[in-house]
């Protein structure tokens, strides 16, 4: 992975290049982007699309819209992200965007980087927005059996689990758990751990914020164990496709079971081990840049095609 430093400046500086390119270029070359998709699995991607843009019949875009060249750049990493796969688009097809944090499904149709988990989403279509922040892996070459036996946590008492994480293991002698920041009592408080530090522990916990969890993509493409309670919002990571006890260990919201799932692990190594490997496999299946460019492409496609500004790629119909 690249030092993170210079993978921001990276970041801004090819985004800032694309920026500058007539969208004439990338419209010409939108076929040939999407011929990507030839050889993926056709099925996962149909169902990827399926997921992220689950919008079934027409709709209008008129009211509350903007033209795509008119999307705002004042949060420029949603803007990076969402005209990656905009600008292979004429300027003037109109959308619904919504950036930040969103935890609510909006009213209308609308482009959006996370929403509630659950079946009545429909409104809030997906797209890999702010994934310079939520799509980082790291490099972890100490094994999971030569890390130390305890639970780390970092972050923000910014909701009720949170607080009770922190309440009960803030001085518990197998948890290295604290805040870094927020109103906390200071017995909470606790020294910064940047993400290597915490990678020595055999034990992360990954907690939403204001939305998802920032740390559960980097926790899940390490040789670490994620312990978080089941998510409640989800983001272009499919979070709600997570399975506890697959891909992570599911803990209860109280955290009250917490312990007992530390010391079952403790002493069922090879469980755990399985765990993480099909973290790692999950995490890696959104690694390939050319096949999520293509999918991003199709998600804005059929979001308008049904609302009859465009006519559809037979995949997205």
């Given at each position: 992975?690249?030092n ?6 990276l970041?801004?500086?090819q ?5 500058a390119?007539?969208r004439?270029?990338?419209?010409a070359?939108?076929?040939g ?8 699995d056709?099925?996962?991607?149909s ?7 689950k919008l ?5 875009a008129?009211s ?19 005209m990656?796969?905009?600008?292979y688009?004429?300027?003037?097809l109109?959308v619904r ?6 935890t ?9 980087k996370?929403?509630p988990?659950g079946?009545?989403?429909h ?7 702010d994934k310079?922040r ?13 890390k130390q ?15 009770a994480?922190l309440e009960?293991f803030?001085?518990h ?6 805040s870094?920041?927020?109103?906390a009592?200071t017995d ?9 530090d915490q ?7 990954s907690i939403?914020g204001?939305d998802v969890?920032?740390n559960?993509?980097w ?9 978080s ?5 989800e983001?272009?990571?499919?979070e709600?496709?997570?399975?506890a006890?697959r891909?992570?260990?599911e803990?209860?919201?109280?955290m009250a079971?917490i312990?007992?799932?530390?010391h079952y ?5 090879e469980?755990?081990?399985?765990i993480?490997d ?5 995490f ?16 804005l ?14 995949i997205?119909?």
């Open positions: 992975m690249l993170r430093t210079v993978a921001r400046v970041y801004y500086t985004n800032t290049v694309r920026d390119i007539p004439r270029y990338f419209i070359k939108r076929s982007v999407l011929n990507a998709l030839e050889k993926a056709f099925a996962e991607i169902s990827r699309l399926g997921y992220y843009n079934s019949g027409p709709f209008s008129s509350g819209s903007h033209a795509i060249e008119e999307t705002r750049r004042d949060r420029s990493r949603y803007y990076f992200d969402f990656e796969a905009a600008r688009f004429d300027g003037d109109r965007t919504m950036f930040g944090d969103i609510h499904v909006p009213d209308l149709p609308t482009i959006v996370s929403r988990i079946d009545t989403n409104n809030s279509v997906l797209m890999k927005l310079f939520h799509f980082q892996g790291v490099n972890d070459p100490r094994p999971f059996a030569e036996s305890r639970i780390v946590w970092r972050g923000s008492p910014n909701n009720r689990l949170r607080h994480l009960k803030y001085n002698p197998s948890f290295d758990v604290g870094t920041g927020g109103s009592p909470w408080q606790k020294p910064f751990l940047s993400i290597s990678l020595r522990y055999r034990y992360i916990v939403e204001n969890a920032t559960l993509k926790i899940m493409s390490s040789n670490s164990l994620c312990f309670p089941r998510p409640k919002y983001t272009w990571y499919m709600g496709r997570l399975e006890g891909h992570y260990v803990i209860r919201d109280d079971d312990e007992e799932k530390f692990y403790e002493t069922h190594p469980e755990a081990k399985k993480i099909e973290a790692q496999t999950y890696k299946s959104f690694l390939d840049e050319k096949t999520e460019l293509a999918l991003s492409i199709l998600v496609e059929k979001y308008l095609s049904l609302s009859g500004q465009l006519q559809a790629h037979s997205s119909k």
